[in-house]
């Protein structure tokens, strides 16, 4: 039998978590008590999370019902204040929705990193997710050596024109 280690997550609580800890249990308990760590310097959230249903498209899933809106999700997010709740309640946004309109995003590789954090990020590296990992990280490489040669003759031209002036 493989045992796993559940690290917890920090501010956030998982439907994904609470499947591993409680297993098959999952489909018979009403709710459950909880307590999430909060980001660096935030209070943690303990309370009770009422278990439901979401809609699939494969049918019905166990979610955790968000103590403010009551709608089911996936995800609960500590905010240090008023305890758990969704992305919407606590006014979350991802990563992308707050940096896509940026040039870092667009033009210097924010996606890709993104993407390569992500992958990074989940549960149980596979070969092939580790492949798109290592593969991600050399487009990215190349992308800034690409944007450093393009800035080279730039950057002669401020150092000679630095080196005119200065006499």
């Known amino acids: ?85 969704c992305s919407v309640c606590s006014k979350r946004r991802t990563r992308e929705q707050r940096e896509a309109n940026l040039r870092a995003w667009k033009k210097l590789g924010g996606r890709e990193e993104d993407q390569l954090l992500r992958l990074l990020q989940r549960d149980g590296l596979s070969s092939t997710r580790l492949d798109r990992a290592r593969a991600l990280a050399d487009e990215i490489v190349r992308g800034d050596r690409d944007r450093l040669a393009a800035l080279r003759p730039r950057i002669g031209a401020a150092l000679k024109f630095r080196e005119v002036h200065a006499r």
């Open 1 to 85: 039998m493989r045992v796993e280690a559940l690290l917890p997550r920090i501010g956030e609580l998982r439907i994904e978590d609470v499947r591993r800890v409680l297993g098959d249990r999952i489909w018979k308990v009403d709710h459950l008590d909880v307590c999430v760590l909060a980001p660096v310097g935030g209070v943690p959230s303990a309370q009770r999370i009422v278990l439901g249903w979401k809609r699939s498209g494969r049918g019905d899933h166990r979610a955790m019902l968000c103590p403010i809106c009551r709608q089911p999700k996936e995800i609960l997010y500590a905010d240090g204040v008023d305890g758990l709740s």
